[in-house]
C-alpha cells in the first residue's frame, strides 16, 4: 500500500486538501509530519475516476496505471472540529496497479510502500480510521 508525506507546498491547500485552509498552524504542521494515502477531494462535476486521474498523474507523477471500480466508504462520525456537531465523509476507494515509481516533486517529502498492518504509520486526517473499513488493518 503507497503512503505518501505530504511537504509543505501550496498545491496541497488549492488543489488536494483545500480542508487544511483553516487548520490552525500546529494542525497543520501535524499533518505535514503524517503519512496519507494519495488522495483528493473530488470537485464539483468531477467523476470519482478523474479525481483519481489529478492524483495519479499530478500528485504522484505516474501516468500509466490499472483499476477497476472505486469501492464507497461512508462515514458518519461526530466531528472533531465542531463539537456536538456530525461530520460525514464520502470515500471513493481505488485499488490500483501500476509498474512506475512515484516522481520526486516539491509537494512530496517521502513515498513508500507499506503493509496495510504496519502500525508505525501515523495518519494524517482521518485516513488512519479508513483502513479498517477497508477491512487492511
Known amino acids: ?13 488549492e488543489e488536494w486538501a483545500p480542508n487544511w485552509r483553516i487548520y490552525d498552524p500546529a494542525g497543520l504542521q501535524a499533518e505535514y509530519e503524517r503519512g496519507r494515502l494519495p488522495s ?14 489529478r ?11 490499472r483499476t477497476g471500480p472505486p469501492s464507497l466508504q461512508n462515514f458518519y462520525e461526530p466531528s472533531r472540529r465542531y463539537p ?18 512515484v516522481k520526486e516533486s516539491p509537494w512530496l517529502a517521502a513515498s513508500r510502500y507499506v503493509k496495510p498492518s ?20
Do not use: N
Not at 42 to 53: C, D, F, K, N, V
Not at 87 to 93: E, L
Not at 118 to 137: F, I, N, W
Open 1 to 13: 500500500m503507497l503512503v505518501v508525506k505530504p511537504r509543505p507546498h501550496a498545491r496541497w491547500e
Open 40 to 53: 483528493t477531494f473530488i470537485r464539483q462535476g468531477e467523476s470519482p475516476e478523474e479525481a483519481l486521474a
Open 55 to 65: 492524483i495519479m498523474v499530478d500528485q504522484l507523477g505516474i501516468r500509466e496505471y
Open 84 to 101: 456536538g456537531k456530525m461530520h460525514w465523509d464520502y470515500c471513493f476507494v481505488f485499488y490500483v496497479s501500476t509498474h512506475e515509481e
Open 118 to 137: 504496519d502500525e508505525t504509520v501515523q495518519y494524517g486526517s482521518a485516513q488512519g480510521g479508513l483502513l479498517p473499513r477497508l477491512k487492511l488493518r
